[in-house]
């Protein structure tokens, strides 16, 4: 897996991508010399942006597979660990983008007010450009506060029985199901009858 895989999943190449592909790369390097194979990775990430599709196609932690856990606290800190061991990396982003030229800020006021002149846009893809590039250039030390520990690993996927609502009729698996008067409603149902 290298930088252009992750860009082809996430659909462009943006300095945020950039971020979660090294984490995620210094997370192997972190963790990889003990790793064996049957021993699985687990992601906790504390924002879901860009960065995190880097994440998830590096590391193979996906929401789907239930090793993705999201904490929406909007900071940019990535906690990879490995089960059953329970060791973990935690990699908080310190990098700062390189200072932005007066010329630079001034399109990019531009851009985010609307304008798409082709000169505005040129300067504003050149800086984001520049900021990639800077970032797959960084140093590890440059880019993340990295920490070693050991983590409590969260419970492993589990699977439920089906409840069907009794207003939509749709299945819900039976912890997100709620009671109201005696019936048993979906979320949005419960949501709407309150
Ligand atoms: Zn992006
Ligand atoms: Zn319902």
């Not at 687990?42 to 090793?67: H, P, R």
Request: with cysteine.
């Amino acid at each position: 897996m290298d930088f252009s895989d992750v860009v082809r999943f996430h659909g462009h190449a943006c300095p945020g991508l950039a971020l979660g592909f090294r984490a995620a790369q210094a997370a192997l390097g972190a963790l990889g010399r003990k790793r064996s194979a049957d021993e699985e990775l687990v992601a906790i990430v504390e924002n879901n942006s860009c960065a995190v599709d880097a994440i998830q196609v590096m590391l193979g932690c996906t929401f789907g597979k239930g090793n993705l856990i999201f904490r929406d606290y909007g900071k940019q800190v990535y906690t990879v660990l490995q089960r059953p061991s329970a060791e973990a990396v935690r990699l908080a982003v310190i990098w700062e983008a390189p200072p932005e030229r007066p010329e630079e800020k001034a399109a990019w006021e531009k851009y985010a007010a609307g304008s798409r002149d082709p000169d505005i846009v040129r300067v504003v893809h050149a800086r984001k450009g520049a900021k990639v590039q800077a970032v797959l250039a960084a140093d590890e030390e440059a880019l993340f506060r990295i920490s070693s520990m050991m983590v409590a690993l969260p419970e492993p996927a589990r699977i439920y029985p089906s409840l069907r609502c009794g207003r939509c009729g749709e299945k819900v698996m039976a912890p997100r199901a709620r009671e109201r008067e005696g019936q048993v409603l979906c979320i949005p149902c419960a949501e709407e009858s309150s």
